[in-house]
């Protein structure tokens, strides 16, 4: 069993559907993120769950909705998207947040989902 | 603004030793993590740097200057399974966690 699963692992959508992406993790964390990879660039840090709490939102549109209803689950929905939004999503998590309690904390992140919007 | 810079492509030799450097000018400093990101795959973490000087791990080292804004991966022994991109990413003074775009490192026979 992997730490941070991710579905689907690819999806194609339309711009008028709504989709959604899944995350769950099995690792005990506390923090879990949204980022978006796209290629040649770097990571992007979409959104941030403390303890179930969002406590980042880095100026992501609204098209993008998250939703985490317990500490090991953690969502994007995703509607009326935009060919530009395609890139490969991921999730991770790690043991705490902020990471200024002492210490580093790694992230482990899930395989992502590649996302292509037509 | 906050900047990580890293070469794009590298290519190296099976056996091989190669070096990806990463340079980096940010608000502040709270270390700094080099991931192995696979085609198609998670990125793995590989190290974490916050003191000055060379963490050894198995054939793979990592290197910090904080006075200079410089860290390098060592990767000796190449093999085959080492082709795959090499992502830099700095912990600012806010601990927010800035990436660099990555280096895709190519193994040849």
């Known amino acids: 069993e992997t730490g941070v699963t991710q579905t689907p692992r690819h999806l194609v959508m339309g711009m008028t559907n709504k989709k959604s992406l899944k995350c769950e993790q099995h690792?005990?964390?506390?923090?879990m993120y949204w980022y978006k990879q796209s290629a040649k660039k770097p990571l992007e840090l979409m959104f941030v769950y403390s303890l179930e709490e969002r406590v980042e939102n880095n100026s992501v549109p609204s098209r993008f909705s998250p939703e985490c209803p317990n500490s090991s689950h953690l969502f994007l929905h995703l509607h009326t998207l935009q060919p530009e939004d395609s890139a490969l999503y991921l999730c991770a998590s790690s043991q705490d947040w902020p990471w200024d309690r002492g210490g580093y904390t790694e992230a482990f992140f899930g395989q992502g989902t590649r996302l292509t919007v037509v | 603004g906050q900047n990580i810079d890293q070469p794009t492509e590298m290519t190296a030799t099976e056996g091989a030793i190669v070096q990806i450097n990463c340079t980096y000018q940010t608000s502040g400093f709270n270390g700094l993590f080099w991931y192995q990101q696979h085609a198609g795959e998670a990125p793995t973490f590989l190290s974490y740097?916050?003191l000055d000087g060379l963490e050894e791990k198995g054939r793979f080292s990592s290197f910090l200057s904080r006075s200079k804004g410089y860290s390098y991966l060592l990767l000796k022994e190449l093999q085959m399974k080492d082709s795959a991109s090499y992502l830099c990413?700095?912990?600012?003074?806010?601990?927010?966690?800035?990436w660099g775009a990555g280096t895709k490192l190519i193994i040849k026979p």
């Open positions: 690792l005990g964390h506390n923090a």
């Open positions: 990413a700095v912990l600012d003074s806010n601990y927010q966690l800035i």
């Open positions: 740097n916050v």
